[in-house]
């Protein structure tokens, strides 16, 4: 993946050149790296384009070159060789280039020689999306119009700062040593007209020609160098965000602590074995023969709640009915147990705590 975008940002500053293919020329940019190619090609009609990986370019060699077997780095070095001399307009003198057009695309063919064998390729290309007709052809050449023009301004203030020095000069009494050299104030209107009149039309008229002369072409890199850094710009800034927004929102909505032992503990003590509930009003009257056997319901209870009261777990929470471990976890400043059962209501309370104090239980 990271050989992939490479790939694709040494491409992107690739500058035009100019080729010709028997009578047809072309504009074409190309970029290899050891994880394969792209090529990008137009008539100024059609874009046409191939990207081919290590992989496809090893298997078009097998199809191609039957006798030579050699590593695939070797094939997109001695293609490289290849594509960079014509692109600079000095093709080999024993490599030949011929293209075939047909309606599903570009075929262009190369017969040179490896290691004292020939050697056949064939890039393979089709029609090129719009946006990355965009990418490398559109947008460069409107900033580079742009470019330009701020150039045009600059340069015209130069002008115009240099003829209100020699003019300063004059005032002062100095004088040309020779006529030859004396220029008339510039004027920029008069100057955008005769550019219209006499020098746009020979420009127009001469073809195609050099669409990227040398000069060109630098512009061409320096601006598309600028647009692969603010593209990078953009793609850590939107890292940043996703990541500074994940922060926030595991921020606001933190993981939830793990329950301690003793409230898991707890908690299914309630859910199997909730606390005894008071059975009627006359639950705290003594039978005699309860009393005889384990003593009154009321003994027979204490312990078990006096065991529930002193858990801190039971002590932290709220009760969530009204029963008689409430009371006995009633500290000061301890939850508020809710109404009463109708059993402690009253004068039977008082009852109760009478009965209790008697037995010694408190």
């Not at 994880?35 to 191609?64: C, F, H, M, N, P």
């Not at 014509?86 to 280039?97: I, K, N, R």
């Not at 850094?229 to 926030?248: F, L, N």
């Not at 384990?294 to 929470?317: C, D, N, V, W, Y």
């Amino acid at each position: 993946m990271e050989g992939s975008e490479e790939l694709e940002n040494s491409f992107l500053t690739q500058p035009w050149a100019s080729v010709s293919f028997g009578e047809s020329t072309f504009l074409a940019k190309v970029c290899f790296r050891d994880t394969g190619y792209i090529l990008l090609i137009s008539d100024l009609s059609s874009v046409w384009y191939e990207r081919a990986d290590a992989e496809a370019v090893g298997q078009r060699s097998k199809e191609l070159n039957k006798r030579l077997t050699v590593h695939v780095s070797s094939f997109l070095n001695h293609l490289c060789n290849l594509m960079c001399p014509l692109l600079a307009g000095q093709p080999g003198a024993t490599t030949s280039f011929s293209c075939h057009r047909s309606p599903s695309g570009l075929r262009l063919h190369v017969k040179s020689e490896l290691s004292g064998l020939p050697f056949y390729w064939e890039f393979h290309c089709c029609p090129a999306p719009l946006e990355m007709v965009f990418r490398h052809l559109v947008r460069p050449l409107i900033r580079m119009n742009l470019a330009l023009q701020c150039q045009v301004q600059e340069l015209i203030s130069l002008l115009l700062q240099k003829d209100a020095e020699i003019e300063d000069y004059r005032e002062s009494g100095a004088t040309l040593s020779r006529d030859r050299l004396r220029t008339e104030p510039f004027r920029e209107e008069t100057f955008q007209q005769h550019f219209m009149a006499e020098t746009l039309p020979g420009i127009c008229g001469a073809g195609e020609g050099p669409a990227f002369a040398s000069a060109l072409q630098q512009l061409y890199t320096a601006v598309t160098q600028q647009e692969a850094k603010q593209a990078r710009k953009r793609h850590c800034s939107a890292e940043g965000d996703v990541d500074t927004a994940s922060t926030a929102k595991t921020t606001e909505h933190p993981h939830p602590p793990a329950p301690s032992q003793e409230d898991e503990r707890t908690s299914s003590s309630e859910t199997t074995s909730p606390p005894p509930q008071l059975r009627s009003p006359g639950c705290l009257q003594p039978r005699p023969s309860q009393r005889r056997r384990k003593g009154s319901s009321a003994e027979r209870m204490l312990p078990t709640l006096l065991r529930f009261s002193a858990s801190p777990s039971i002590q932290e929470r709220e009760c969530r009915a009204p029963c008689i471990i409430c009371l006995f976890s009633a500290f000061p400043g301890g939850p508020c147990p809710g109404p009463l059962p109708g059993c402690l209501q009253l004068g039977r309370w008082s009852s109760f705590l009478q009965q209790c104090f008697r037995k010694q239980l408190f």
